[in-house]
């Protein structure tokens, strides 16, 4: 689960604990699963997403 979403997942289970937290990125943004098969951050082109959050290089 990556470092962002873990706050809000120990705060959602502290609350509801049979919520299951669910990670997802946009398509043009698709850094992360990437960069965890390769096990190293891999760099893309930055994304045109208007998740602006995801216009990011490298996860």
Not at 9 to 18: H, Q, T
Not at 41 to 50: D, E, K, L, S
Request: net charge neutral.
């Amino acid at each position: 689960m990556p470092a962002a979403m873990a706050g809000g997942a120990i705060a959602a289970r502290g609350l509801l604990p049979g919520v299951e937290p669910i990670g997802v990125e946009p398509a043009a943004g698709n850094d992360t699963a990437p960069s965890i098969a390769a096990g190293k951050g891999v760099r893309f082109p930055t994304p045109r997403t208007i998740a602006d959050g995801r216009q990011v290089e490298m996860p």
